[in-house]
């Protein structure tokens, strides 16, 4: 599709986004499911419109990655056989569950998965980001681009087909999955496909991470939400061996959080949220979507084609949304 000839679309009237800040069931996928729905649920109750989960949350990011060494293989074979058993495929019935629940609650929703590579092996895993719409149909998956430093030993390398921005009802939809926002151009991608709501779930807090997410909200002059899964000791099983090998804070916490919502102009709006779980809400203003652009606008007048661009190798970077 050649997105210079889609006119920017934004809603007119200002809505809620929410950023779901639980810890999963960990490696439970069914139970972590359901925890997710009672979230779209409550999220949706509050007048949510967009409902968005930390990265990798069902059935829950493998932390243990930086506590156990790479040559430990039998240890590691048997975690990522339970990772890949809990793990999710698209489509498959854990999926229609989320999808019914955003029907339900009449929401869209982006959620961090551990995803099966159903369409060969189903023995690979990729750490992907789901994308629902309001209507319950599923609108596409993001496949994390380069796993970062011990994810690589479970994940593997997406590529550039989903690089995607969905027009939506709410306006121009995609994401990133943490680290990946730290790459300039698949950043530039999400610009050039006229992105407005732009999705980070992250598995990183604190600072510069809280820095970074008020610099593209600032640099692409889209709203930011942003979400992490908060954990404690409590929230891994204790038959988990490694658990005894994961930093944990002094006030008794394995992950903080720090979830949040930024505004085009890099201001917070919501959050972070620190060292607790719950769900935050902030406000869309369509009209601060587009008006900030006057300024700055880095895939328009502040791109300067003539002296750089971005060569794509995959799909067009934005994508309408599927016919009723």
């Known amino acids: 599709m050649d997105h210079s000839a889609v006119t920017p679309y ?6 809620l986004v929410a950023a779901v800040q639980i810890s999963p069931a960990f490696l439970d996928r069914d139970a972590t499911v359901e925890r997710a729905c009672e979230a779209i649920a409550e999220a949706g109750a509050r007048g949510a419109r967009l409902v968005v989960f930390p990265e990798a949350f069902v059935p829950g990011y493998p932390l243990w990655i930086w506590a156990i060494a790479a040559g430990q293989t039998q240890v590691l074979r048997a975690l990522y056989a339970e990772l890949l058993d809990q793990a999710v495929s698209v489509p498959s019935p854990a999926v229609d569950r989320l999808c019914a629940a955003a029907k339900g609650a009449g929401v869209f929703v982006a959620i961090g998965i551990n995803e099966r590579n159903a369409e060969a092996s189903g023995t690979s895993l990729f750490n992907s980001l789901l994308f629902i719409g309001a209507d319950g149909r599923v609108l596409g998956v993001h496949r994390k681009l380069v796993p970062t430093g011990g994810e690589r030993l479970v994940h593997a390398q997406g590529d550039g087909s989903t690089l995607i921005v969905r027009d939506t009802a709410l306006g121009r939809l995609a994401g990133l999955i943490c680290w990946e926002n730290y790459m300039p151009l698949a950043r530039q991608a999400l610009y050039e496909g006229g992105v407005q709501l732009y999705v980070a ?3 990183d807090r604190g600072e510069p991470w809280l820095s970074t997410l008020r610099h593209v909200a600032k640099e ?3 709203y930011v939400i942003s ?3 908060a954990m404690r000791p409590d929230d891994i099983p204790d038959r988990f061996s490694f658990k005894a090998a994961v930093p944990v804070s002094a006030n008794g916490w394995i992950n903080p959080g720090d ?3 930024v505004d085009p102009d890099g201001k917070m709006l919501a959050g972070p949220l620190h060292e607790e779980q719950g769900i935050l809400y902030a406000e869309v203003d369509p009209q601060r979507i587009t008006g900030p652009r006057w300024q700055l606008d880095v895939a328009g007048h502040y791109a300067r084609p003539d002296v750089l661009g971005l060569a794509r190798r ?4 934005l994508e309408s949304p599927p016919a009723p």
């Not at 934004?10 to 809505?15: D, H, M, S």
């Not at 995959?314 to 970077?317: L, M």
């Open 227 to 229: 979400c992490c899964s």
């Open 10 to 15: 934004a809603p007119a009237q200002p809505f």
């Open 259 to 261: 979830s949040a919502i």
């Open 314 to 317: 995959g799909r067009a970077s």
């Open 220 to 222: 692409g002059r889209v």
């Open 201 to 203: 779930p992250t598995w």
